[in-house]
């Protein structure tokens, strides 16, 4: 786990890692909202090379929906940012924001509980991809 999220290395390419993201986040009532290639930004804004690297913003319409009713500000912090990259050894490392570190980081009561609930679901996520 890094400071800001929960981390998984995969025995499998960064292709594969994309492929089975999706699924592993629908399973846990997530879809993925939006996609940025963090390699294509770069090299097309700054014309440097990269490692593949994706940032998918995934989003559970309920516990959104719960989030902002409960904290209107709270959009700030949506969607649930999942990152999928390249590693050095050329296999795939999936990081999941962890919204005990970001969402309920400054709130109390029933934003800490949801925070807590998200985050259990999007540790499930990370034990399906193996």
Known sequence: MSGFGMK???RCSFQ???S???EALKTEGFGILTEIDVQQTLKKKLDV???PYKILGACNPPFAHRA???ELEIGLLLPCNVIV???DDGTAVVSIVDP??????????????LAGEVRAKLARVLERLG
């Open 100 to 113: 005990l570190q970001t969402i309920a980081a400054q709130a109390s009561g029933e934003m800490k509980e």
């Open 85 to 87: 990259y390249q590693a």
């Open 16 to 18: 594969e890692a994309l």
């Open 49 to 51: 090379d990269f490692r």
């Open 68 to 70: 902002l009713q409960a």
């Open 8 to 10: 998984k290395p995969l």
């Open 20 to 22: 089975k993201v999706p």
